[in-house]
């Protein structure tokens, strides 16, 4: 199964896929300003042209695991998503994904993408089992 992953962000979105088995994942690119129209037309664009079959986003739960302020604008994205994408949407935990990606790449690197990565690789080893 061909997931996509996003990390979710007002100003960059990263985007990350799995392979068509949906056992590996690999940084994709950014969406800039996915809100607006435009942004949100390349992301569709993005998860058609991939045949994804279900996008994962991810949730900026507190470190309590409660919604936030960051949650609540991101619930508000996924709601939009849904109503505008025909492909399945899921929210996963994203709690400590963007510091591993800044971890991987290192300091004032662009890390959306591998923070979404990062994402996938732990929603696919949850399916997994």
Do not use: N
């Not at 590996?24 to 949100?40: I, N």
């Not at 508000?76 to 790449?105: H, I, K, N, Q, W």
């Amino acid at each position: 199964m061909r997931v996509i992953a996003l990390d979710y962000g007002r100003a960059r979105t990263g985007v990350a896929i799995s392979d068509p088995t949906g056992t590996l994942a690999r940084p994709l690119g950014v969406v800039e300003r996915v809100r607006t129209p435009a942004g949100m037309d390349e992301l569709i664009r993005l998860i058609d042209d991939a045949e994804a079959e279900l996008v994962v986003v991810g949730l900026p739960l507190t470190l309590a695991g409660e919604t936030g302020a960051q949650a609540s604008e991101t619930l508000d994205f996924v709601r939009e998503l849904r109503e505008r994408c025909g492909t399945p949407v899921e929210t996963e935990d994203e709690r400590f994904t963007t510091s591993l990606a800044r971890s991987t790449v290192g300091p004032g690197r662009p890390d959306d993408a591998v923070a979404a990565a990062h994402l996938l690789e732990g929603y696919l080893r949850r399916l997994a089992g």
